[in-house]
């Protein structure tokens, strides 16, 4: 497939499209949208997996078995959770996918049908749409980490519960502990109210384009729409797109 090629089917997941001329072809789009959708044909991997690559080499067997234990046992934990009603109308618990030693980790509300299927986080229309938005920037969905602020589905899709995102603070509070992101992406508003302990009822519109914190380590942290949200609103995808290109520079320390 052609750079080209590549970067349409990219930028036209975003709602971002070449203009036609009449004689039939395509001007540009605006420069920076095309140098980030050129990096979708080389992704970016884990800069601390990068940097493994320098190092001499040496035995972490042990360390990879430990860390897998300890996921394993997280696993089974949430699997036997019973700490909301949830559990009663679950098929399975959804605890995250994704690489475990990631720089980026993208926190979404719930698990919804498919999702609830599966026992894999983000795997329906709207999972499809967040790995075009990840390609976008240069990520396949494997570079990244991603888990819901809940590991059950809620009835109907509908948003989750305060006292269910309680139950599961703590589940979703280990996973950040071991993955360690450099970086958190917030998709949607349930996900931003409980990474950044909001109350009330805050409007996602005013957490956007800003550089929030996440815990005492101050992880870099940006806010966007869940991707759900473009089927209702297709029109809003722009808007995404540019959090997307806020989340990089910020990533990078750039912003």
């Known amino acids: 497939m052609s750079g080209h ?52 080499a040496t035995d972490t067997s042990s360390d990879q078995l430990s860390d897998q234990g300890v996921w394993s046992v997280l696993r089974q934990r949430v699997s036997n959770c019973t700490a909301c009603a949830l559990h009663e109308t679950r098929m399975n618990t959804v605890l995250g996918a994704g690489d475990t030693y990631a720089d980026w980790l993208i926190v979404g509300e719930a698990p919804g049908e498919e999702e609830d299927q599966s026992g894999e986080p983000f795997v329906g229309k709207a999972g499809q749409l967040l790995n075009e938005m990840l390609l976008a920037v240069g990520f396949q969905r494997s570079d990244v980490y991603i888990a819901n602020t809940i590991k059950c589905r809620p009835p109907d899709n509908r948003d989750p519960l305060p006292e269910e995102t309680e139950a599961c603070a703590g589940f979703l509070q280990e996973q950040i502990e071991l993955v360690e992101p450099r970086f958190i992406l917030a998709v949607g508003l349930p996900a931003a109210k409980r990474l950044l302990g909001l109350d009330g009822d805050p409007k996602l519109a005013n957490l956007r384009g800003k550089v929030h914190h996440y815990g005492d380590s101050k992880i870099p942290l940006v806010v966007t729409y869940h991707p759900a949200y473009y089927f209702h609103q297709p029109q809003q995808k722009r808007k995404g797109w540019d959090d997307l290109l806020f989340a990089r520079q910020v990533a990078a320390g750039n912003s």
């Not at 004689?23 to 990068?50: L, M």
């Open 5 to 56: 090629a590549s970067g349409d089917r990219y930028l036209e997941a975003m709602g971002i499209r070449r203009w036609k001329l009449r004689d039939g072809s395509a001007t540009e789009p605006d420069e920076q949208d095309v140098a980030v959708a050129q990096t979708a044909e080389v992704p970016v991997a884990s800069q601390r997996s990068a940097d493994a690559l320098a190092e001499p």
